[in-house]
């Protein structure tokens, strides 16, 4: 049973990862934003696991939150807003997707070297869960940096906020206030960046950011 | 009693600065702000003496405010007794003061509220007792102080003076806060019990040591980090500079004598070594410094360089004592510069409470254009040559007590263990004699010129006295001296409970000996008598002088027709400050500030007046201040570029900050 319970959760978390990295190599907003609903899909998993397991009801709570906003109300806003403004083909990278998968792939390492020496003391599965988190967090913010479209930037900063909830159910004694704080912010965050998106639209006729560096008058 | 009326009064002190804020437009609001900081300062003064004195007995206190885990701890013990003394002495001379010359303040409302908040600062800080509320009284002090420093911002070169002392402040606070991190190790015990407790490692020692010596003495103006003090304490308000420069030096020696004494537990002798040869390269290069200024205000800042060097030589060599194992030797040095410390207050404060009676009178700070006060503000000019005397170190003022204690502990350095040690304690013995001889020179430089002889401008001549408050203080300050100077064993015993939990010894008790001699070591030794000095010098004084009047004023006498330029009517033949200070300029100026004389003598025929221009180079300025400042400046255009970069840019900045942090964790470990 326990050998069970660790390999599930295992799976749930490197299931995120590899999403992850799913979300790095997307070149249409569409299914960017269809990838990160199954990024968020299996975040809930991942937590509704962990509350089993760990018989921490309020922990389902987390889940339906992950699966009530992430999963389906804000890919679906995000769809929405896409369809609106009309730029379902626009992904422009930075660098080079296998260059992008590369960097992905080191930071994981990284993290895995960092996480699995830090956390020597604790419980095996928080280990691997911590770990796995903290590549999703610097892959979310890796997406953050290499994208030039606001849109792709949110679908970052959103799967890095699911790499913080996965760590922080995996770490037991999480309140849930804590919790529901946090996803409440990231509500906020996610309506104030859309009306921002809209504004920015508005003026500048795209929502690739480059327009507002020219606006501002700065170098690149 | 106890820490806890410290505590009140200090509270008063910044309640009184509230009040000050809406008292400063009233037409009496300055009067009602001095009072009220005079009477709290009296009855701190009485507290802090009765705590010194042993008729309370040391208590602490804590305060609910701070960090949450902390509080904030107070703590009266005899070290913050003595300085609280030292403190609230000079808040009180200085608020009597300006009882009378607060009238002359053009702008009331920029100094009231500062002028009690920067009290009410320096008491919390000698009264801290843990790192925390130390740091942030601390800062306090300094921020008040800063504001009092830009009261008059409009005049020029105020607001250089206020930029330069908020970088040097701000610089030693970041020196202190360190040093504090290191005592305070990584389990963050902020209070100073704990820290006691500690036994930080050697290298740890040595770190703090250094950052202590660069955050207090940044503050007390050590060289080479005294180059804000001469702008900064010249800047404020004259009853403010008496202040700063007589007690918030002070309170950075406490934050020194603090940390490596009580805090620090054993550092090694070389520490001992490094604080005795800076502080013999600050007493002479500030009273070098002192001679070469022509400005009233400024030439008294510097000379407190100077007094900060002396206090910082008795330090050293209780500091080198003590690690030699030589108590004894360690509490005279320790007591000297603790009774230097008490000194240079009451006589910085005297003189230049005086130089604000000068200023008020004559409006003038440059003695090139005083000249003759003595017989328009002879009260003024009574107390200033008191003081004088006394910051010269002559006998039977105080000065003299404190240098004799030092020189008594240079005397028994031979008995050092270490050659380097025993070498520099004679070197710095040669210097302080030096700085001691150059300090009665530029003494009789700033009275002489300033108050004898003939005015050199309209102003001076037209100077009329000070009203009685101001001259009251000074004379009471000028008794203080006298007093201190006569009766110098009363104070060697009210330190002697200071120096035990210090050091681990005291002198022996000197209010036992005959004739209130003083006797630091043995009587085979050396002993001093200042009442029977002062009886001495009184009497045939008073014997010349009177045998003078009597015999030779009244006899006719026949005198050259040309009697040293004196007959010349023109008050430009007198000396000048310039031309008083020029054989020293060019024994030692020459080579200290690259002093360059230029003379333009016209043509013959040509009208024109001819000139001597006189330029020195500050070299703490030219080869500490200025490199890093432009450093800085390179450094800060470089940075500039980060100013305008793009959202992502500044997310990647963020990605590869925390990648490289992650990196170091993984190799590091």
């Given at each position: 049973?326990?050998n069970?319970?660790?390999?599930?959760?295992?799976?749930?978390?490197g299931?995120?990862?590899?999403?992850s990295?799913?979300?790095l190599?997307?070149?249409?907003l569409?299914?960017?934003?269809?990838?990160f609903?199954?990024?968020?899909?299996?975040?809930?998993?991942?937590?509704?696991?962990q509350?089993?397991?760990?018989?921490?009801?309020h922990?389902?709570?987390?889940?339906?939150?992950?699966?009530?906003?992430?999963?389906?109300?804000i890919?679906?806003?995000?769809?929405?807003?896409?369809?609106?403004l009309?730029?379902?083909?626009?992904?422009?990278?930075?660098?080079?997707?296998?260059s992008?998968?590369?960097?992905?792939?080191?930071?994981?390492?990284?993290?895995?070297v960092?996480?699995?020496?830090?956390?020597?003391?604790?419980?095996?599965?928080a280990?691997?869960d911590?770990?796995?988190?903290?590549?999703?967090?610097l892959?979310?913010?890796?997406?953050m940096?290499?994208?030039r479209?606001?849109?792709?930037?949110?679908?970052g900063?959103?799967?890095m906020?699911?790499?913080?909830?996965?760590?922080?159910?995996?770490?037991?004694?999480?309140?849930?206030?804590?919790?529901?704080?946090?996803?409440?912010?990231?509500?906020?965050a996610?309506?104030?960046?859309?009306?921002?998106?809209f504004?920015?639209?508005?003026?500048?006729?795209?929502?690739?950011?480059?327009?507002?560096?020219?606006?501002?008058?700065?170098?690149? | 009693?106890?820490v806890?009326l410290?505590?009140?009064?200090?509270?008063?002190l910044?309640?009184a600065?509230?009040?000050?804020?809406?008292?400063?437009?009233a037409?009496?609001?300055?009067?009602?702000?001095?009072?009220?900081c005079?009477?709290?300062?009296?009855?701190?003064?009485?507290?802090?003496?009765?705590?010194?004195?042993g008729?309370?007995?040391?208590?602490?206190?804590?305060?609910?405010?701070?960090?949450p885990?902390?509080?904030?701890?107070?703590?009266?013990?005899?070290?913050?007794?003595?300085f609280?003394?030292?403190?609230?002495?000079?808040g009180?001379?200085?608020?009597?003061?300006?009882?009378?010359?607060?009238r002359?303040?053009?702008?009331?409302?920029?100094?009231?509220?500062?002028?009690?908040?920067?009290?009410?600062?320096?008491?919390?800080?000698?009264?801290a007792?843990?790192a925390?509320?130390?740091?942030?009284?601390?800062?306090?002090?300094?921020?008040?102080?800063?504001?009092?420093?830009?009261?008059?911002?409009?005049?020029r070169?105020?607001?250089?003076?206020g930029?330069?002392?908020?970088?040097?402040?701000?610089?030693?606070?970041l020196?202190?806060?360190?040093?504090?991190?290191?005592l305070?190790g990584?389990?963050?015990?902020?209070g100073?019990?704990?820290?006691?407790?500690?036994?930080?490692?050697?290298?740890?020692?040595?770190?703090?040591?250094?950052?202590?010596?660069?955050?207090?003495?940044?503050?007390?103006?050590?060289?080479?980090?005294?180059?804000?003090?001469?702008?900064?304490?010249?800047?404020?308000?004259?009853?403010?500079?008496?202040?700063?420069?007589?007690?918030?030096?002070?309170v950075?020696?406490?934050?020194f004598v603090?940390?490596?004494?009580?805090?620090l537990?054993?550092p090694?002798?070389?520490?001992g070594m490094?604080?005795?040869?800076?502080g013999?390269?600050?007493?002479?290069?500030?009273?070098?410094?002192?001679?070469?200024?022509?400005?009233?205000k400024?030439?008294?800042?510097?000379?407190t360089?100077?007094?900060?060097?002396?206090?910082?030589?008795?330090?050293?060599?209780s500091?080198?004592?003590?690690?030699?194992?030589m108590?004894?030797?360690?509490?005279?040095?320790?007591t000297?510069?603790?009774?230097?410390v008490?000194?240079?207050?009451?006589f910085?404060?005297?003189?230049?409470?005086?130089?604000?009676?000068?200023?008020?009178?004559?409006?003038?700070?440059?003695?090139d254009?005083?000249?003759?006060?003595?017989?328009?503000?002879?009260?003024?000019?009574?107390?200033?040559?008191i003081?004088?005397?006394?910051i010269?170190?002559?006998?039977?003022?105080?000065?003299?007590?404190?240098?004799?204690?030092?020189?008594?502990?240079?005397?028994?350095?031979?008995d050092?263990?270490?050659?380097?040690?025993?070498?520099?304690?004679?070197?710095v013995?040669?210097?302080l004699?030096?700085s001691?001889?150059?300090?009665?020179?530029?003494?009789?430089?700033?009275?002489?010129?300033?108050?004898?002889?003939?005015?050199?401008s309209?102003?001076?001549?037209?100077?009329?006295?000070?009203?009685?408050?101001?001259?009251?203080?000074?004379?009471?300050?000028?008794?203080?001296?006298?007093?201190?100077?006569?009766?110098?064993?009363?104070?060697i015993?009210?330190?002697?409970?200071?120096?035990?939990?210090?050091?681990?010894?005291?002198?022996?008790?000197?209010?036992?000996?005959?004739w209130?001699?003083?006797?630091?070591?043995?009587?085979?030794?050396?002993?001093?008598?200042?009442?029977?000095?002062f009886?001495?010098?009184?009497?045939?004084?008073?014997?010349?002088?009177?045998?003078?009047?009597?015999?030779?004023s009244?006899?006719?006498?026949r005198?050259?027709?040309?009697?040293?330029?004196f007959?010349?009517?023109?008050?430009f033949?007198?000396?000048s400050s310039?031309?008083?200070?020029?054989?020293?300029?060019?024994?030692f100026?020459?080579v200290?500030?690259?002093?360059?004389?230029?003379?333009t003598?016209?043509?013959?025929?040509?009208?024109?007046p001819?000139?001597?221009?006189?330029?020195?180079?500050?070299?703490?300025?030219?080869?500490?201040?200025?490199?890093?400042a432009?450093?800085?400046?390179?450094a800060?255009?470089?940075?500039?570029?980060?100013?305008?970069?793009?959202?992502?840019?500044?997310?990647?900045?963020?990605?590869?900050?925390?990648?490289?942090?992650?990196?170091?964790?993984?190799?590091w470990?």
């Amino acid at each position: 049973m326990d050998n069970l319970v660790f390999d599930t959760a295992h799976l749930l978390a490197g299931g995120l990862v590899l999403m992850s990295f799913v979300l790095l190599y997307q070149d249409r907003l569409y299914a960017l934003l269809n990838i990160f609903a199954l990024h968020a899909a299996i975040l809930t998993l991942a937590v509704a696991w962990q509350a089993w397991f760990q018989h921490e009801p309020h922990l389902f709570v987390t889940a339906a939150i992950a699966l009530g906003f992430k999963a389906i109300a804000i890919p679906l806003a995000l769809r929405r807003i896409v369809a609106r403004l009309g730029i379902h083909r626009e992904v422009e990278t930075v660098i080079g997707i296998g260059s992008t998968m590369l960097a992905g792939m080191a930071l994981v390492a990284l993290s895995m070297v960092v996480m699995l020496r830090v956390t020597a003391g604790a419980a095996p599965i928080a280990r691997e869960d911590l770990a796995f988190a903290l590549a999703v967090v610097l892959l979310g913010l890796l997406m953050m940096v290499t994208r030039r479209n606001a849109v792709s930037q949110i679908v970052g900063f959103m799967s890095m906020e699911n790499g913080l909830v996965l760590a922080a159910t995996g770490a037991k004694g999480m309140p849930l206030v804590v919790e529901i704080s946090v996803a409440f912010s990231i509500l906020i965050a996610f309506i104030v960046i859309g009306v921002f998106l809209f504004r920015i639209r508005e003026r500048f006729d795209t929502v690739d950011i480059r327009a507002l560096d020219r606006f501002r008058g700065e170098r690149r | 009693m106890g820490v806890v009326l410290g505590l009140y009064c200090s509270g008063t002190l910044l309640l009184a600065a509230i009040a000050a804020v809406p008292l400063g437009r009233a037409r009496l609001g300055s009067i009602a702000v001095y009072a009220a900081c005079l009477a709290v300062s009296l009855v701190a003064l009485i507290n802090a003496l009765a705590a010194l004195l042993g008729l309370a007995p040391a208590s602490d206190a804590v305060l609910p405010i701070g960090l949450p885990w902390l509080g904030a701890h107070f703590r009266l013990d005899p070290l913050a007794a003595f300085f609280l003394i030292v403190v609230d002495l000079g808040g009180a001379a200085a608020s009597l003061f300006a009882l009378g010359y607060g009238r002359h303040e053009p702008a009331p409302r920029r100094v009231l509220p500062f002028y009690a908040a920067f009290l009410a600062g320096m008491n919390l800080t000698v009264l801290a007792d843990d790192a925390f509320s130390f740091l942030l009284s601390w800062e306090f002090m300094s921020l008040t102080s800063w504001a009092l420093v830009m009261a008059h911002h409009r005049e020029r070169d105020n607001a250089r003076a206020g930029y330069v002392y908020l970088v040097m402040a701000s610089f030693g606070t970041l020196a202190l806060l360190l040093a504090f991190g290191l005592l305070a190790g990584p389990a963050g015990a902020y209070g100073f019990d704990a820290i006691r407790a500690a036994h930080p490692g050697e290298t740890a020692v040595a770190l703090v040591l250094i950052l202590a010596l660069l955050g207090a003495g940044s503050k007390a103006g050590l060289v080479p980090l005294h180059v804000w003090l001469p702008l900064a304490h010249p800047a404020a308000p004259s009853h403010v500079s008496a202040l700063m420069s007589g007690v918030m030096t002070k309170v950075a020696i406490y934050g020194f004598v603090r940390i490596a004494f009580d805090l620090l537990g054993a550092p090694g002798w070389w520490a001992g070594m490094t604080v005795l040869v800076l502080g013999g390269i600050t007493a002479v290069m500030g009273v070098l410094y002192a001679l070469m200024e022509h400005d009233l205000k400024r030439l008294l800042a510097y000379h407190t360089v100077e007094n900060i060097g002396i206090i910082f030589i008795g330090l050293g060599l209780s500091l080198a004592f003590r690690a030699d194992g030589m108590i004894l030797a360690a509490a005279l040095a320790l007591t000297a510069a603790l009774f230097h410390v008490l000194n240079h207050s009451l006589f910085k404060s005297l003189l230049f409470l005086g130089s604000g009676a000068v200023l008020a009178a004559t409006g003038e700070r440059n003695m090139d254009r005083l000249g003759g006060l003595i017989r328009r503000m002879p009260r003024t000019a009574f107390a200033f040559l008191i003081g004088c005397v006394a910051i010269s170190a002559l006998p039977p003022l105080n000065g003299f007590v404190s240098e004799w204690l030092t020189f008594q502990a240079i005397l028994l350095s031979p008995d050092l263990a270490q050659w380097g040690l025993r070498i520099a304690s004679v070197s710095v013995g040669a210097l302080l004699a030096l700085s001691a001889a150059l300090a009665a020179a530029c003494f009789v430089k700033a009275y002489g010129i300033s108050f004898l002889g003939r005015p050199r401008s309209e102003s001076a001549a037209r100077a009329r006295e000070v009203d009685a408050w101001s001259t009251g203080t000074m004379i009471l300050l000028a008794a203080l001296c006298l007093l201190a100077g006569i009766l110098p064993g009363f104070v060697i015993d009210a330190l002697a409970p200071l120096a035990r939990p210090l050091v681990g010894a005291n002198l022996p008790a000197q209010s036992a000996m005959s004739w209130l001699t003083i006797v630091p070591i043995a009587a085979s030794r050396s002993s001093y008598n200042g009442l029977l000095v002062f009886l001495f010098i009184a009497s045939s004084g008073g014997l010349a002088a009177f045998a003078i009047h009597r015999l030779a004023s009244r006899t006719l006498r026949r005198a050259p027709p040309w009697d040293c330029g004196f007959p010349e009517p023109s008050p430009f033949a007198q000396y000048s400050s310039v031309s008083f200070a020029q054989p020293i300029r060019r024994v030692f100026g020459s080579v200290v500030f690259r002093a360059r004389e230029a003379v333009t003598m016209p043509a013959p025929g040509d009208a024109r007046p001819a000139l001597l221009a006189v330029t020195l180079r500050d070299p703490a300025w030219d080869a500490i201040v200025a490199p890093v400042a432009r450093a800085v400046g390179f450094a800060a255009e470089r940075m500039n570029y980060l100013q305008f970069l793009t959202i992502r840019r500044y997310l990647s900045l963020v990605f590869a900050a925390l990648v490289a942090i992650l990196l170091i964790l993984a190799i590091w470990q």
